[in-house]
């Protein structure tokens, strides 16, 4: 089972206290940086606006007729979202919607779902399996986490306009054992299942990030030791591409990429999470002798930037697959820092679909001008967290010169810790962990150091004009 921490922005972790907790800690400074990164070169405040409107790089909004007719052209359609955040994906079905109201039907990609189960999907655009199946058989609790309610009206509507509908993550756990072992680890038959080559990331991310995984660092020297070993990046598809060779062109002249991508990335088709072929091919590998145990240590910022190149490329190779064999653009659905920048898949799209037109668009929470560096476009939406502590979190967009609003509770899962706490809904949150409440990434650094520290988290909340000190226990799973 994956491993959940009370404020995820991306997806969830693997088995080990100390490693999900160093993957969740990255996971976390990589996709607030992405969420925040650019304020400083942003415009002035913007007027709020309606949740799931549309608007420009500079924040005004766009009639939704206007929008589809410019997306009308896009070969690849890039939609980034906040892997908990509800109405970013209410805002992705919406883009969609429009889209198809106005004739352009596209396929629709997941990063949600590893390639290896194509075959369930194949089933649910064929119309032989009901919605209501789909998560038991994709297998959606382990292979991705977060709830699929959250992504039911996506699949609603890929059923409601007969969408086809196409996996583009990696095959199950092959990210994983690339961030641990490296490609030269996978056997013939994993190595197949992937590209042909792994593109490379864009240099003008490399300091930036640097310096957000020697934050991580830091953080885990601090965290619990108890099973340590390196953090594990197979748990943060959202996150964007750490680094670059020295030279990325000379990089890229090194790189051929295979001359049939569709031959590289074409499904396994299956419906059912072991493939014969695939244990068949691990059984011989097990029986060779343990000749990679005397390897040299890999660098852990080496395997980060191995893994990230390989989910961005995978999943553009995939979405080249589905264009060529659906005969439709696609609308790529993937976490933002993916998408943001066009760092991620639309880098490796430029290389493997040069003539392609690839449009970007991302969620904005309001306030601040959009960044018009990540995306032409973006989708309005208020901030929003569902804990695994128990409680749905949303803070409404500030009007332009007026402080943030407060963090409101809006809803209180019954028996959870929020609720065995005293957490009730209205409740506004002040402070986490003795700091101002400003942002909900606020809550989500007090949870990172309540576990560092080995505390509950420390909330200050405001009730009918009273405020009262609530402490939520956080309990890690037990290392597997």
Not at 63 to 90: I, T
Not at 284 to 310: G, H, Y
Not at 351 to 380: C, H, I, N, Q, T
Request: with cysteine; glycine share 8%.
């Amino acid at each position: 089972m994956p491993v959940h921490f009370p404020f995820e922005p991306t997806a969830p972790g693997g088995a080990g206290t100390s490693r999900a907790l160093g993957a969740f800690l990255l996971a976390g400074l990589l996709a607030l940086a992405m969420l925040g990164a650019g304020c400083a070169k942003r415009a002035p405040g913007t007027p709020p606006v309606a949740p799931e409107s549309l608007v420009d790089a500079a924040g005004a909004p766009l009639a939704p007729a206007a929008f589809a007719a410019e997306l009308a052209g896009a070969d690849y359609l890039l939609l980034g979202e906040e892997h908990p955040n509800p109405c970013d994906h209410q805002a992705q079905a919406a883009v969609i919607r429009r889209l198809a109201a106005v004739g352009v039907l596209p396929a629709i990609g997941l990063e949600m779902v590893p390639a290896d189960y194509q075959g369930v999907l194949d089933a649910f655009n064929a119309g032989t399996l009901p919605l209501a199946e789909l998560p038991a058989k994709l297998d959606w609790k382990t292979t991705w986490g977060f709830d699929f309610e959250l992504y039911a009206p996506i699949f609603e509507a890929a059923r409601e306009y007969k969408l086809p509908v196409y996996a583009l993550n990696a095959p199950k756990g092959l990210a994983r054992k690339v961030g641990r072992q490296g490609l030269d680890a996978l056997t013939p038959a994993e190595r197949a299942s992937l590209p042909g080559a792994i593109l490379p990331p864009a240099p003008a991310q490399v300091e930036e990030l640097r310096e957000l995984f020697a934050q991580h660092g830091a953080m885990r020297k601090a965290a619990p030791q108890e099973n340590a070993k390196p953090a594990q990046t197979d748990a943060n598809p959202q996150n964007r591409p750490l680094a670059a060779p020295a030279s990325q062109d000379a990089a890229a002249a090194q790189t051929k990429v295979a001359p049939s991508v569709a031959r590289d990335v074409a499904p396994q088709a299956k419906t059912a999470p072991d493939d014969t072929a695939t244990s068949s091919a691990k059984a011989k590998a097990s029986a060779k002798p343990a000749l990679r145990d005397a390897a040299p240590a890999r660098d852990p910022f080496e395997n980060f930037v191995t893994v990230q190149s390989l989910w961005d490329t995978q999943m553009a190779a995939r979405a080249l697959y589905a264009r060529a064999v659906a005969g439709r653009p696609v609308a790529v659905i993937a976490g933002a820092g993916h998408v943001a920048n066009g760092w991620g898949i639309a880098r490796r799209l430029a290389v493997l679909d040069p003539s392609a037109k690839v449009v970007l668009v991302m969620p904005w929470r309001g306030g601040e001008a959009p960044d018009a560096e990540a995306a032409p476009y973006f989708f309005a939406c208020p901030a929003a967290q569902k804990s695994r502590l128990g409680m749905t979190l949303t803070q409404d967009q500030p009007a332009p010169g007026k402080p943030a609003a407060l963090p409101l509770v809006t809803a209180v899962a019954p028996g959870s810790p929020a609720a065995k706490a005293g957490l009730l809904p209205g409740d506004a949150v002040v402070a986490a962990g003795g700091h101002p409440a400003d942002t909900l990434s606020v809550l989500h650094k007090a949870a990172i150091e309540a576990v560092k520290d080995g505390k509950a988290l420390s909330l200050t909340v405001s009730r009918a004009g009273e405020t009262l000190a609530i402490d939520i226990p956080i309990a890690l799973p037990a290392a597997k």
